[in-house]
């Protein structure tokens, strides 16, 4: 599905147990099947947040099949902690979730995905979907040091010249 669209997937997935994904940017709906596409091809059991309204029905069935896990944006219930110890519990776990936490253009990255992998000591897969070249780029694996903001600098210096579906990433 991906090389009949013109995509390809450049780079590797890790081969490592646990870890976390970030997608960026996030930037359209397009993005989802993109991913999915992804997933499916590279046989990666994957799981990812999403906000709630697309797990009612007729999606619903779907999204949890593919690994969809609804999250009620509208208020605080301690995900961060549950998917920590959630990684504690399983051997393999890959999370994978939009630092952006929309496709709206974004200031500053959602932190979240962050203080779970640091908290699970778990790495940072950066996964960049670039439309400007119909390539999954999946960069190295960054290990957090708990400073959070040069670290999220790092982080986000990996998605230079990014394009996503709307925009380019700066």
């Known amino acids: 599905m991906l090389a009949a669209s013109g995509w390809r997937v450049t780079g590797g997935i890790?081969?490592?147990?646990?870890?976390?994904?970030?997608?960026?940017p996030?930037?359209?709906?397009?993005?989802?099947?993109?991913?999915?596409?992804?997933?499916?091809?590279l046989r990666l059991q994957?799981?990812?947040?999403?906000?709630?309204?697309?797990?009612?029905?007729?999606?619903?069935?779907?999204?949890?099949?593919?690994?969809g896990i609804p999250v009620d944006r509208s208020a605080s219930h301690d995900v961060v902690e549950r998917v920590v110890e959630e990684f504690a519990r399983r051997d393999r776990m890959v999370l994978?979730?939009?630092?952006?936490?929309?496709?709206?253009?974004?200031?500053?990255?959602?932190t979240g995905f962050y203080h779970i992998a640091h908290g699970a000591r778990v790495p940072i897969v950066?996964?960049?979907?670039?439309?400007?070249?119909?390539?999954?780029?999946?960069?190295?694996?960054?290990?957090t040091t708990g400073d959070l903001e040069r670290d999220l600098g790092a982080l986000r210096t990996r998605f230079v010249g990014v394009h996503g579906k709307r925009r380019a990433f700066a």
């Open 126 to 143: 950066p996964v960049a979907l670039n439309f400007g070249v119909k390539e999954i780029q999946i960069l190295a694996p960054f290990d």
């Open 14 to 24: 890790p081969d490592l147990p646990k870890f976390v994904i970030i997608v960026a």
């Open 46 to 67: 994957v799981t990812f947040f999403g906000k709630d309204t697309l797990f009612r029905f007729p999606l619903g069935p779907l999204m949890r099949a593919w690994g």
């Open 96 to 110: 994978a979730l939009a630092p952006e936490g929309t496709r709206k253009p974004v200031d500053r990255w959602r």
């Open 26 to 41: 996030h930037t359209s709906n397009w993005d989802f099947p993109v991913g999915l596409a992804a997933k499916l091809a």
